[in-house]
């Protein structure tokens, strides 16, 4: 794929050189660079990186200048949980929740800083015990849906910023859905189609 993006010279393809960024190799955290035969045609690609590879971002965000550099799968934005809803919210509690595991100052300083932008984005996460989908193509919005209790996919709406965990909770409450295992012992109304009259808002 990297191939792909960068430029051949006269028919030969670029070099490719990968580095480790996780002292272990086990998580699979890596670089990958295109070595082109202009230099400013080399393309940086920072694979399945972490948090905890921060300083290695940087720096080759610093050193790329202008040049392309792509992430693929990041570890950090698989979920969002209760810390990463208040590390968002700033103040001392957002100081502690970023310390104890909340990524909302990191990833803050990607998009803000650096400016990554999201070109294509498929995650998910649990909700009262049903499944959530969002996804996001550039340069459209991100949309979301739940999965029923039939399998199929409810949507729940869509968003300019990415969609977060605690809301889509409450927007699940407001429509009145209980947790899976009440609505599978059939004490609640099943997951359908119906349920949701009410949509994410940001």
């Keep these: 794929w990297l191939r792909m993006l960068s430029p051949s010279a006269a028919g030969l393809p670029p070099r490719i050189v990968e ?3 996780d002292e272990s190799g086990v998580d699979g955290e890596a670089l990958w660079s295109s070595q082109c035969a202009s230099a400013a045609d080399d393309i940086s690609m920072l694979v399945q990186p972490s948090v905890e590879v921060e300083s290695a971002i940087r720096q080759v965000c610093e050193s790329a ?3 392309l ?3 693929v799968n990041p570890q950090y934005r698989e979920s969002d949980d209760t810390l990463d809803y208040i590390s968002k919210s700033g103040g001392f509690f957002s100081s502690v929740a970023g310390f104890l595991g909340g990524k909302a100052k990191f990833v803050k300083m990607l998009d803000e800083e650096i400016g990554f932008v999201d070109t294509f984005s498929l995650q998910s996460f649990v909700v009262r015990g049903s499944e959530v989908k969002y996804y996001k193509t550039y340069p459209f919005d991100w949309r979301i849906f739940v999965v029923g209790d039939e399998g199929e996919d409810i949507y729940l709406g869509e ?4 969609p977060d965990y605690n ?4 927007l699940l409450e407001e429509n009145g859905v209980a947790l899976k295992y009440v609505r599978d012992l059939g004490s609640k109304a099943k997951l359908t189609k119906d349920s949701i009259s009410t949509f994410y808002k940001e």
Excluded at 167 to 170: L, Y
């Design 159 to 162: 968003s300019k910023a990415r």
């Design 65 to 67: 200048g202008s040049r």
């Design 69 to 71: 550099v792509v992430m």
């Design 19 to 21: 580095q480790r960024l």
């Design 167 to 170: 809301k889509i909770d409450a």
